[in-house]
């Protein structure tokens, strides 16, 4: 059974950082790519970024140059450091498995996490 558990969401000032983290158990994340994306109330999951076997990473253009998104295959880990923080960032932040696809579209991912909040106040 896979199963992916995210923590390290709070609550923070704008202008803040936190730094997320996603394990999975029941599978190697070695040879996959795991992405990270955020759902505000009252709004669909939105991407955020992703990071593939191969370090490669992708951001989305709202968190390009203040999201930094990184691996530790040893500890089967992905995590997400999230700096200058906005208001607007509000929401629940989910990590994502995913065999092959396109790492910005939610339906390409095999197993999600429960999510771990993120409030962001102004």
């Known amino acids: 059974q896979v199963l992916l558990v995210e923590s390290g969401g709070g609550s923070v000032q704008a202008g803040g950082s936190l730094r997320l983290s996603c394990v999975a158990s029941?599978?190697?994340?070695?040879?996959?790519?795991i992405g990270w994306f955020r759902q505000a109330p009252g709004k669909g999951r939105e991407f955020v970024a992703a990071?593939?076997?191969?370090?490669?990473?992708q951001y989305s253009d709202s968190v390009k140059g203040r999201f930094t998104i990184s691996r530790d295959n040893a500890k089967n880990t992905v995590y997400l450091q999230m700096n200058a923080l906005k208001s607007e960032e509000t929401a629940v932040y989910y990590c994502?498995?995913?065999?092959?696809?396109?790492?910005?579209?939610?339906?390409?991912?095999?197993?999600w996490g429960r999510g771990t909040q993120v409030t962001v106040s102004s």
């Open positions: 994502g498995f995913q065999f092959h696809g396109t790492w910005s579209r939610e339906r390409d991912y095999a197993y």
């Open positions: 029941g599978v190697t994340i070695n040879s996959y790519a």
């Open positions: 990071i593939g076997w191969d370090y490669t990473e």
